[in-house]
């Protein structure tokens, strides 16, 4: 019989025979859901069931649950109905620590599908649910995408629960709150929303939420996708959300006032909002002298706009503007190229494409040829390539400098966008020279100013500008400059704290 | 599927603009020819002009056979008609922007510097800090053919030892504006640097050896290779004399001592020594390293002043003197300021009565210093100039005497 309770969604029935049937039957007699009948030790010989998922729990555990229910000393005055004996053992007898109880079939399925253990007991319209979760999971290991020579060296794994524990562990105030949601129909995945309560501006949270609320989808594999549709909409190759796998990159931000959002199966979590000029600035930047971070941001800057204009540039300067190299450079140049059959576009497409190609297959090779696919790629074939006269020196150097530039950001999504802008501005400079450059890098400033994260301008604090955020920007002050946070995160408590009084005793005697 | 034809509309519109308009002045580097240096001679009828263009595969490549420049010349009857006829000859696009020197002719510069100026800024691809040269007893065409070791193209060594004016005090070195702001004004007339070739008769003719192990034969024009392939080349380039003008017409040469005291004039320099000789037998020099020069003019009275504060150290003493005694050390200055004033005297008569042409600035002096006396004398001043009466006056101090430590126990 499938009852419903108050909302409307299918009970658990009474009946033990009837829910295991049912039970068995949706989930197509599969061999991993794991059913164990055993009869209770009370005068009348109620029936209960233990179920499971292979797999999902923890099989220890498990036992000890049978080993409690077989051992259950239910003589005595226990009225014999089966929600006397499921209330008793549940609050009484039974010690584990995360229990529930639920109702709806749907619960049910949702539970034992997280790694619960399901007690039934035959009378009782009600199931106990017990979390026992035991899977194999990946262990803390160092970051692959973000390392830091300074920093922890720890980074998130796939499951939700570890991540918000390894959060918890760096956060210890209450006020951290997790706002549960779960996204897509086939995977149910979990997505906690993870904000300061008393610090993070509430419309952020209230956008995010309602966000991952409106979404309808199937399946959700990474945090990526997750933020493809969270994300604010425009058609861009720049990020509006930022992922990262550090969890003190985490806890840095969530104490700024951002709102970080963790994705079950994924070990990235997602930081909102994400401005321009956050992509330049790398985890190191807060664990090494501030003088050397400052250094490193501008040099981040500089490759950005190297890795975009510099072919561009050489292709507008060399063919159009001659005038503007000077005469010894110019002969070498010229002395290079003058058997070369292609033209200088031409030539830097295929250096460009070419190193493209292996920074690729630098990623995705086993390890065992990793070290002769980089030697084979850029000396053999770089060499080979220009001395048999296909390509010049100089575009070989123009390729490697973009290249080189480009690792500098290589940890955030912006190098990705820097690389696809770059064949642009290359089209671009080749056809029209200094004036199209120009007016593409016009184009791409306005553009990127035209964009929002979480409906805040991206290109704040420099666009619409702000001087109290500058000291994070560009230039790395030292902590005791940062008393307050910075304002383009909107917190609702901004003074981060005093430090006129901390540190060591100046006039010490 | 419908496509909405707004989406096609951009790309349609990129792609008219590159194909229309894109790429319109691109040369690609291979096919691009630099001219390295123009000489403009004079004929009958107009002008001949002769460009020098680079070949860089030939500079920084393995075999020297060949020069990495090659002369193409044409006629027309101005500058530019020639130096069109030119551009026609040319195979690769000829390109200005790297134009280093402009070398004319005597009989240009007589006759008025104004048409190569005219032609030189005119164009927006000539660079205006580049240098304009005369060519002394010499057609200008056989400047640039001359090979010279210092730098394989002639047109740049010319600019090389223009280059140089700091050091030697012998040149001078004015871009086009300069050279045009001076040919305008009354203020001050300009000074050109003048090339001329240098032969040794002797050995022109002579057999060398080449590094491929072939023979070759010095020319008299120096325009091959084998000219440097001996340490002392038989043809060479010198800049020894200075082409004043007035106005834009060349008056006369300077030389080389004279050169140095118009650079003093004008403050513009850096070391000049003044050698004295005492008792016939005994030489003293100067290091002049600090010179202050300051003109001024009583234009009621026709007179000008030049006064010179000269500091320097002592380069070479062979006069048996104790300089620790002040006395003596009063005596050699006023020997060296006595020489250096008449030095000076001699020049600027020079200046004055030979070539009439006020290299010094005075004329812009009084203009600044004198401005309503100016103004009723204005466009006289050619006539002025060789009236005036012109003072030198020197003030000479010797900063220090180079000794050596004399230990007395």
Known sequence: ?509 | MRINKKWLLLPLVIVSLIALTGCLERVELNKLGIVAGLAIDTTDEGYTLTAQILNPSAISGEAHNGLPIYNLTADGESIHEAYKKIDFLSSSALSLSHLNVIVINEDIAKAGVAPVLNFALRRDDIRPDINIVVAKDAHANDILNVVTALDMIPATQINVSSMIPTHTARLTSYNLYEVVDMVNSDAINVVLNAVSIHREEDRLGEKVERKNGTEGTTTQTGQTVDNILDITAPVQLRIEHLAVFNGDKMVGFIDDAEAQLYNMVLGDYKRYDIVTQIDEDYYTSLGVTKIKSKITTDLEHNEATIKFELSGIILENTYPVDFTNTENLDAISDYLKQEFEDDMNAFVNKVQTELKSDIFGIGGKAHTQEHKVWKEKDGYWSELFPELTIHVEVELDINSVGEIGNVTL
């Open chain 1, 1 to 509: 019989m499938n009852t419903k309770i108050k909302n409307n969604l299918p009970a658990v029935s009474e009946s033990l025979t009837l829910n295991l049937k049912k039970m068995k039957s949706d989930f197509g007699e599969s061999n991993d859901l794991l059913i164990r009948e055993v009869t209770l030790q009370d005068t009348h010989s109620t029936k209960a069931a233990i179920v499971g998922i292979d797999g999902l729990i923890d099989a220890t555990n498990a036992q000890d649950f049978v080993i409690k229910l077989l051992t259950a000393d239910l003589a005595g005055d226990l009225p014999r109905n089966g929600d006397a004996i499921f209330d008793f053992l549940f609050e009484s007898w039974i010690s584990l620590f995360d229990a529930n109880q639920g109702e709806s079939v749907q619960s049910l399925y949702d539970n034992i599908l997280n790694g619960h253990v399901i007690v039934l007991i035959d009378g009782a319209a009600r199931f106990m649910m017990f979390d026992c979760k035991g899977w194999q999971s990946r262990s803390i290991t160092m970051p692959s995408t973000e390392k830091s020579l300074w920093g922890p060296k720890d980074s998130f794994v796939e499951t939700i629960r570890f991540n918000t524990a390894m959060l918890r562990r760096r956060m210890r105030d209450p006020r951290l709150r997790f706002d549960a949601h779960q996204v897509g129909h086939m995977t149910k995945t979990d997505v906690f929303v993870a904000h300061v309560e008393g610090l993070t501006n509430p419309e952020f949270v209230r956008l995010a939420n309602e966000r991952i609320k409106a979404i309808d989808i199937d399946t959700i594999a990474n945090a990526y996708e997750l933020i493809q549709l969270i994300e604010d909409k425009h058609h861009t190759l720049l990020p509006r959300l930022i992922e990262t796998e550090r969890p003190d990159r985490v806890m840095k931000a969530l104490s700024e006032g951002q709102v970080a959002i963790f994705v079950d199966g994924s070990p990235y979590a997602i930081l909102g909002p994400f401005f321009f000029t956050s992509a330049f600035s790398a985890i190191d930047d807060y664990y090494n002298l501030p003088l050397l971070a400052s250094v490193k941001r501008a040099m981040r800057y500089l490759a950005f706009f190297a890795v975009i204009l510099i072919p561009a540039l050489y292709v507008a300067v060399s063919t159009f503007h001659q005038e503007m190299i000077p005469t010894p450079l110019l002969i070498t140049i010229i002395n290079q190229r003058s058997a070369n059959p292609f033209s200088t576009l031409v030539e830097i497409l295929i250096v460009t494409i070419l190193f493209e190609i292996l920074r690729e297959a630098s990623l995705r090779k086993p390890d065992a040829i990793g070290d002769s696919m980089t030697i084979v790629g850029s000396l053999i074939i770089g060499t080979t390539i220009v001395e048999s006269g296909l390509v010049s020196y100089m575009a070989i150097i123009i390729g490697s400098i973009t290249t080189i530039s480009s690792f500098l950001l290589s940890s955030s999504r912006i190098n990705v966008a820097a690389r696809l802008y770059k064949f642009v501005f290359l089209a671009i400079g080749a056809t029209l020279g200094f004036y199209g450059i120009t007016l593409a890098f016009i184009i791409l400033i306005t553009h990127l100013a035209s964009l929002t994260s979480f409906n805040q301008a991206y290109l704040a604090p420099m666009a619409p500008f702000n001087l109290s955020d500058q000291k994070d920007q560009l230039i790395k002050m030292p902590l005791w400059w940062m008393k307050k946070r910075p304002k383009i995160f909107q917190p609702l408590d901004t003074v981060r704290s005093n430090l006129e009084n901390t540190g060591g005793d100046q006039h010490a005697n």
